[in-house]
Structures are given as structure tokens and as C-alpha cells.
């Protein structure tokens, strides 16, 4: 089995559209990212690799889910295409590439490509994605390179407002 966890960014502030790859966290966003990091790993979902936009709302969200995890910061992997808006078929391109031995990889990004994704990974999938909304797909294949549009299984859908 194989294992994709969309994170949409935390919630950011409300201005700095004239810079927006600098746009940072609320402290409400923070937190957000701090409980749903938590409730994934009291679920035992684990990263192997985490991916993320490079951008400040989106990099920081997966900087609060490593630390949950102990998982390196200089490990995290920064995408620019993630950023800059990936076609389904292009972010199933870079699933395909992903390595072997790795059997969860979180992915970190904005909306609306995050919720695109997850519609499209996805056998069904009529959900939000409202800020810091994370979704966890399981494929049943043995190799990245194996994943197909529409083959997955939404195994969890957390929003932070739940989980208060």
C-alpha cells in the first residue's frame, strides 16, 4: 500500500497579496496545524517524505507537522511546481517518482490545486478543503510509478474546526 496525505496551508493572514509567496501563518493557522498534525499521529499516520510549496503559509504549515513528527527540517523538499500550479496529470507524474521505500509522502499546498488533487486521486470525493484541511488517500499498489487518477481511498478527511 502507498499513502498521499494532502495538507492544504494553514489559515494565513489576511493581507500581503502584493507579496503573496511571503505571506505568513495567524496564530489561529499555527495552532490549526499543530492539532491536526497531532490527530494524524495519534491515528499513526506517518511521514516518509514531506513535500511542500516553498512558499512561507505552506512551508511553515510543514514545518509544525515535522516537528510533531521529529521529522527533519532539512528533509523537508521543496516543490516550486507546487506553487505554481500542477495539472492533475503533472502531480501524478511526480507521485509516479516518488522512491520506493517510501510508503506515505505528505504533500503541502494551496487551494485550489490541493482540493483538485484530492477530487481527482480520489474513486469519490465531494468534501471542502477549507485552511489546514488534510486528507489522507491509500493506494492499493506496491510502487509509486502504479498510482492512477480515481484509484484512491479516502482513508481520513480532518478540518481543524472538528478537531476542537
Given at each position: 500500500?502507498?499513502?498521499?496525505?494532502?495538507?492544504?496551508?494553514a489559515k494565513a493572514v489576511p493581507y500581503g497579496y502584493d507579496d503573496d509567496f511571503n505571506r505568513d501563518l495567524r496564530d489561529?493557522?499555527?495552532?490549526?496545524?499543530?492539532?491536526?498534525?497531532?490527530?494524524?499521529?495519534?491515528?499513526?499516520?506517518?511521514?516518509?517524505?514531506?513535500?511542500?510549496?516553498?512558499?512561507?503559509?505552506?512551508?511553515?504549515?510543514?514545518?509544525?507537522?515535522?516537528?510533531?513528527?521529529?521529522?527533519?527540517?532539512?528533509?523537508?523538499?521543496?516543490?516550486?511546481?507546487?506553487?505554481?500550479?500542477?495539472?492533475?496529470?503533472?502531480?501524478?507524474?511526480?507521485?509516479?517518482?516518488?522512491?520506493?521505500?517510501?510508503?506515505?509522502?505528505?504533500f503541502f499546498g494551496h487551494n485550489p490545486d490541493i482540493h483538485y488533487f484530492a477530487e481527482n486521486l480520489l474513486t469519490r470525493?465531494?468534501?471542502?478543503?477549507?485552511?489546514?484541511?488534510?486528507?489522507?488517500?491509500?493506494?492499493?499498489?506496491?510502487?509509486?510509478?502504479?498510482?492512477?487518477?480515481?484509484?484512491?481511498?479516502?482513508?481520513?478527511?480532518?478540518?481543524?474546526?472538528?478537531?476542537?
Amino acid at each position: 500500500m502507498k499513502r498521499v496525505v494532502l495538507v492544504r496551508h494553514a489559515k494565513a493572514v489576511p493581507y500581503g497579496y502584493d507579496d503573496d509567496f511571503n505571506r505568513d501563518l495567524r496564530d489561529s493557522g499555527v495552532i490549526d496545524a499543530q492539532r491536526v498534525s497531532n490527530e494524524l499521529k495519534s491515528r499513526g499516520v506517518v511521514p516518509d517524505k514531506i513535500i511542500s510549496s516553498p512558499a512561507l503559509r505552506a512551508l511553515k504549515t510543514a514545518r509544525i507537522f515535522a516537528e510533531t513528527y521529529n521529522f527533519e527540517e532539512r528533509n523537508i523538499r521543496k516543490n516550486n511546481e507546487i506553487y505554481e500550479g500542477l495539472t492533475i496529470a503533472e502531480f501524478v507524474d511526480l507521485i509516479n517518482t516518488l522512491p520506493k521505500e517510501a510508503k506515505t509522502v505528505f504533500f503541502f499546498g494551496h487551494n485550489p490545486d490541493i482540493h483538485y488533487f484530492a477530487e481527482n486521486l480520489l474513486t469519490r470525493y465531494a468534501h471542502e478543503m477549507p485552511t489546514c484541511a488534510t486528507v489522507v488517500i491509500d493506494f492499493d499498489v506496491d510502487e509509486w510509478v502504479k498510482i492512477e487518477p480515481r484509484t484512491g481511498n479516502l482513508t481520513y478527511r480532518l478540518v481543524p474546526k472538528k478537531l476542537q
